[in-house]
């Protein structure tokens, strides 16, 4: 079950970074953000069957420079005039 959630999660990554490359998805747009986010997540998830402290390190990196980014995107959102 473990093994079947990890890799959900990297076909999530890879396939919002393939989106990316070919202009379905912006760097700033929420969904690229959140897609990032959930990936790594259910990546992270899957190791508390076989834990990796490299592959956790990474995740954990991931989640939180996509979370910065979501937070930088949501406060210009909100800085722009009407």
Excluded at 29 to 41: C, Q
Excluded at 47 to 63: Q, R, T
Aim: zero cysteines.
């Amino acid at each position: 079950m473990f093994e079947v959630i990890g890799m959900t999660g990297v076909v999530v990554i890879l396939t919002t970074y393939f989106l990316l490359q070919n202009d379905k998805l912006r760097y700033d747009d929420y969904s690229y953000l959140f897609l990032n986010i959930a990936g790594a997540t259910l990546i992270l998830v899957s190791l508390f069957n076989e834990f990796n402290l490299a592959a956790a390190a990474i995740e954990v990196a991931w989640i939180t420079i996509s979370m910065s980014g979501a937070v930088k995107r949501w406060r210009y959102g909100r800085s722009e005039p009407s």
